[in-house]
Antibody, heavy 125, light 107 residues
Framework: QVLLVQSGAEVRQPGASVKVSCKAS????????IHWVRQAPGQGLEWMGW????????ESSQTLQGRVTFTRDPSANTAHMELSSLRPEDTAVYYC??????????????????WGQGTLVTVSA | DIQMTQSPSSLSASIGDRIAITCRPS??????LNWYQQKPGQAPKLLIY???RLQNGVPSRFSGSGSGTDFTLTISSVQPEDFAIYYC?????????FGGGTRVEIK
């Protein structure tokens, strides 16, 4: 049974950084790509980026490029997302999600088949 | 980035109604289109991938169709548990994007 369990809620001041963890169980992290998606309060879904399962290559959305870093720790079967230079508009629930079939790269016929429970990150002075 | 436009942004339906939600990408994406359902306080759930393939466990009243720049999610007979927000998402580009969502409410 595939499970993704995320770290707990965080509160940060503007300008700080936050790191969210996503621990996988029921499969090996290095087999499938991990996506990160966020959702501001009352808003829709925003894809942030992903990390390739086998090459460790990561790609982020253009709006977050330069502020977000995706890493993984195979020994802990855990993926991480770090967002820096936080702004109040970064307040959102952050989700990790696993590719249904794909390890990374051009994953055409593939969706985000398994999701973590979400981590609320609040950015406030 | 490929922009994804969903319509309508919301709709009201009665139990048993047939409803359709449209998704139009800003450029052709072949059939690389996924649909998700999200209920309040929950993570999204993958319903359909590659335009028309039902994810395991998804009821057959859900179906997807389309190609290029015009896609549709259809629920053949809406059930109480289907009231939620639905999102489309393209997987044609390595930079993925979601539609703005369609809220399905009880009439």
């Amino acid at each position: 049974q595939v499970l993704l369990v995320q770290s707990g809620a965080e509160v940060r001041q503007p300008g700080a950084s936050v790191k969210v963890s996503c621990k996988a169980s029921g499969y090996t992290l290095t087999r499938y790509a991990i996506h990160w998606v966020r959702q501001a309060p009352g808003q829709g879904l925003e894809w942030m980026g992903w990390i390739n399962a086998d090459t460790n290559k990561a790609e982020s959305s253009q709006t977050l490029q330069g502020r977000v870093t995706f890493t993984r720790d195979p020994s802990a079967n855990t993926a991480h997302m770090e967002l820096s230079s936080l702004r109040p508009e970064d307040t959102a629930v952050y989700y990790c999600a696993r590719s249904l079939y794909c390890s990374g790269g051009s994953c055409y016929s593939d969706g985000m088949g398994y999701w973590g429970q979400g981590t609320l990150v609040t950015v406030s002075a | 980035d490929i922009q994804m436009t969903q319509s309508p942004s919301s709709l009201s339906a009665s139990i048993g109604d047939r409803i359709a939600i449209t998704c139009r990408p800003s450029q052709s994406i072949s059939t690389y289109l996924n649909w998700y359902q999200q209920k309040p306080g929950q993570a999204p759930k993958l319903l359909i991938y590659a335009t028309s393939r039902l994810q395991n466990g998804v009821p057959s009243r859900f179906s997807g169709s389309g190609s290029g720049t015009d896609f549709t999610l259809t629920i053949s007979s809406v059930q109480p548990e289907d009231f939620a927000i639905y999102y489309c998402q393209q997987s044609y580009s390595t930079l993925l994007t979601f539609g703005g969502g369609t809220r399905v409410e009880i009439k």
